[in-house]
């Protein structure tokens, strides 16, 4: 920090609100206009025409359609801010006159409807914002500054599609990685949380297989539907019964398909599972117990054949470092006063952007950014009812305030490049 922090947080502050009322139709446009995984090629044209335009130097199409712009600035460190550009397969509830009615084809080939219901549009808005901020404030600050537009982070392979197709022989290797997700937090608060941070995630596609054959005539059929539907139950006891009290863990069946009509019993059922863990002696046990319960209620069922279980999606912990959070932590409490920084403890999601800082060697710190109507979320909180009462990420109706959401996020993201690039002038 410099000797007048607090002014030069006040400016920064007073530029990010500026570039938030002019952004916000970006951002509109953005949320009406949603593309799923690898499938962001209107977003990455958008994004690279509008750095392109502020001086930077751009590559497209890293790692599909990830975007990265580069402005070399001097001697310095090399500060790499991230955003994540899909959007998820849901049906928009949310009732605004920017509602998206996109529809995408998913990775199975279905037409489905398309949503920034996780808020990768603010997560966009927000680093077109700061990159314009920095990039006409470039006297008060010596380095390289990378903003990266990362596709796929719903999808799980996006940060590692962009490391896999040489990203670092494309654009220099970051010395810090900084970046932020927005959730259901008031609007205008960041929350800032020292070591790990955002859960490990393990998804699993799992295949039972069966005997199909005629509803009339259960006795001549092995029935999959009935193998799924039991493990799918059994496996809701592994965190209660075998996960220790003080360890953290989620376990989720989120999709569950079989047949084609009602009275025809399958062949095959198939169920999707999703594994949430911080530490690898509780992943371990949780994944080896799903294995051994899937393989346990087709042997009880009397199955013919091994159930398959897939391992499609991974995630690894994302650790914050501490010295650098508590840095940035201390950023944020000058510029937009302690009573707007929380720790929000840890966070259950999970994030790709990690892989982005460990294949670089590099520290990261990713905080959570306030999108909340401060009333909505004082209501639902006194009344016991956030869950219920406040739409949160991947929801239908998730629908976060364009100000201060864009506005905090702006700053945010600047103010802690600033703090490694040494931006610490206090005069406009």
């Known amino acids: 920090m410099t000797d007048q922090p607090i002014a030069t947080a006040a400016l920064v502050q007073q530029e990010a609100a500026s570039l938030a009322v002019s ?6 446009d953005l949320h009406a206009n949603p593309e799923l995984s690898f499938a962001e090629h209107r977003t990455a044209a958008l994004v690279a025409d509008r750095i392109t335009g502020l001086g930077y130097g751009v590559a497209t ?9 580069v402005l070399e600035n001097g001697e310095g460190p090399t500060v790499l801010l991230r955003a994540d550009m899909d959007g998820l397969p849901v049906l928009e509830e949310t009732g605004l006159d920017y509602a998206s009615v996109a529809r995408g084809v998913d990775p199975e080939g279905n037409d489905v409807p398309v949503m920034h219901a996780c808020g ?3 997560h966009v808005t927000c680093l077109l914002g700061a990159a314009e901020l920095l990039a006409a404030r470039r006297d008060t600050w010596s380095g390289t500054l990378v903003v990266l537009f990362q596709p796929a982070e719903e999808a799980g392979g996006g940060a590692q599609a962009m490391v896999d197709d040489d990203l670092y022989a494309r654009v220099p290797k970051p010395d810090i990685v900084f970046g932020q997700h927005v959730g259901p937090l008031p609007a205008g608060v960041v929350g800032t949380h020292a070591g790990p941070s955002f859960a490990a995630t393990d998804a699993y596609r799992v295949t039972f297989h069966g005997r199909g054959g005629h509803g009339s005539r259960p006795q001549s059929t092995i029935d999959p539907v009935v193998m799924a539907a039991s493990a799918v139950v059994r496996l809701q006891s592994i965190v209660s019964r075998e996960v220790a009290g ?5 376990l989720t069946v989120g999709t569950m398909h079989a047949g084609t009509k009602n009275n025809i019993i ?5 169920i999707g599972v999703n594994i949430r863990s911080y530490e690898p002696h509780v992943r371990d046990r949780v994944v080896g117990s799903m294995e051994r319960i899937i393989r346990a209620e ?4 009397g199955a013919e054949r091994e159930p398959v279980i897939e391992h499609t999606e991974a995630f690894p912990v994302l650790v914050n470092d501490p010295e650098a959070t508590g840095a940035v932590t201390a950023v944020f409490a000058d510029a937009f006063g302690a009573n707007r920084v929380v720790d929000p403890g840890l966070v259950t999601g999970s994030e790709d952007v990690g892989m982005l800082a460990t294949a670089a060697d590099a520290p990261i710190v990713y905080w959570i950014l306030g999108g909340a109507d401060p009333q909505a979320f004082a ?8 869950e219920q009462d406040l739409p949160g990420n991947h929801s239908a109706k998730f629908a976060p305030l ?9 700053a945010a993201l600047s103010l802690a490049a600033l703090s490694r690039l040494g931006g610490t002038t206090a005069t406009a």
């Open 266 to 270: 399958p062949d095959t059922a198939q």
């Open 246 to 250: 003080t360890d953290t863990a989620v």
């Open 298 to 301: 087709a042997a009880a069922s």
């Open 379 to 386: 209501a639902a909180y006194a009344s016991g009812r956030m």
């Open 23 to 28: 952004l916000a139709p970006v951002y509109q």
């Open 402 to 410: 364009i100000h201060p959401t864009l506005d905090t996020g702006i």
């Open 61 to 69: 199409g890293i790692g599909g359609t990830g975007v990265v712009g």
């Open 120 to 122: 990768h549009d603010v």
